[in-house]
């Protein structure tokens, strides 16, 4: 499967062993579906620097010392509902009780699993997480605001990353932080202010590896879904996940029942899905 968006090109292989591979030029697209498919590559390699060297990406450390912020985002993908990024501090108190919890990537849950998995954390990690959630108004003014300084997505997910890193050195300091690769490392650290300018910041694909971004991916996903639910609840109609299929009928029974300007409320307005509600 090739994706393109000119002038970078990446291309992802499924073997008929179950091998999946990525490669490509280092860019803003790599990144992105590095991060997407992050959970489903044992190893990365073979990115080409932008002088045509390959080298391979650097592993990441076994083991990240105590203490650390771990950070992650949900319903980037998703059409309905808000986009959440969390962030967890996990010193040798939260770990000792988050370790018999069984911690994963999200993407390995189901929705009732990561509920009733999130609600342990938030008990175990009293006063040491931080749920950022960015309606749906919010999301398309910010993303606005940030497409208008020539800006991208990449810039709003580093936005809110950094507002979780900082409101959890509010209450602890911390000497560094580690989050899922989606850009340079350069968009979140621009983002940061006060106590967040000395972290020691680490984007890593795969960071869900690591307990506080995996607690961190699983709070998220719940916030998210719980926001999405209530949303469904007031505009009594079910708000599918995903970004295409039942999402463009839904959209379309939204819009015929309280008019296009219910998406500004329910949906992120620049996914491609408007266009085709739109029509």
Known sequence: MVFKDKPEKVVVRQYTKGTLTIQGKRGMLLPILAHALGPYIPEIRGIEEAGGIKTPVSEAPEEIPLPYIGTDESGKGDYFGPMVVAGVLLDETAKHRLEPIG????????????????????????????????PPERYNSLYAEFVREGKNLNHLLAWGHARAIETLLEETECPRA???????????????????????????????????????????????LEYLSRLSETFSEPLPKGAAGTVIETGNRLVQKHGEQVLTRVAKLHHKTTEKIRG
């Open 178 to 224: 580690v989050a899922d690769q989606f850009g340079a490392e350069s968009y979140i650290k621009s983002r940061l202010m006060g106590r967040g300018k000395t972290i020691r910041l680490t984007q890593l694909h795969r960071g869900e590896r690591y307990m506080a971004v995996a607690a961190a991916s699983i709070l998220a996903r719940d916030r998210f």
């Open 103 to 134: 911690i994963k990537d999200s993407k390995q849950l189901t929705d009732r699993q990561c509920r009733d998995i999130a609600e342990q954390i938030r008990k175990a990690c009293a006063r040491r997480y931080c749920e950022v959630v960015i």
